[in-house]
């Protein structure tokens, strides 16, 4: 078992920034596949970026691409998501996820964070 704890959430205008950190314990040892993902108001959730045990490849939404950042640091089993240029329509709950493989879809990652709000004024 993994738990996923994020932090980092708060209420930025347009155009700040925010960074996420989601820190793992329990079954640290497994190289998990890091992912975020968030759920507007009234909407599914949705994929965000993903990031591989290495930290070499990464991958984004359209939405968040050139302006997110997924990152991790193994030694401390904590990943991150640095968000800029922040836009209203960022506004959502952000969920860390960890599983096997890289991929888009909440159905294959095995563990999840609560989740932290995130809102940004106009």
């Known amino acids: 078992q993994v738990q996923l704890v994020e932090s980092g959430g708060g209420l930025v205008q347009a155009g700040g920034s925010l960074r996420l950190s989601c820190a793992a314990s329990?079954?640290?040892?497994?190289?998990?596949?890091r992912a975020w993902f968030r759920q507007p108001p009234g909407k599914e959730r949705e994929f965000v970026a993903t990031i591989n045990w290495s930290g070499t490849t990464t991958s984004y939404a359209d939405s968040v691409k050139g302006r997110f950042t997924i990152s991790r640091d193994n030694t401390k089993n904590t990943a991150y998501l640095q968000m800029g240029s922040l836009k209203p329509e960022d506004t959502a709950i952000y969920y860390c996820?960890?599983?096997?493989?890289?991929?888009?879809?909440?159905?294959?990652?095995?563990?999840w964070g609560q989740g932290t709000q995130v809102t940004v004024s106009s």
């Open positions: 329990g079954r640290t040892g497994t190289k998990y596949v």
């Open positions: 996820a960890a599983g096997p493989l890289p991929d888009t879809a909440t159905s294959k990652y095995d563990y």
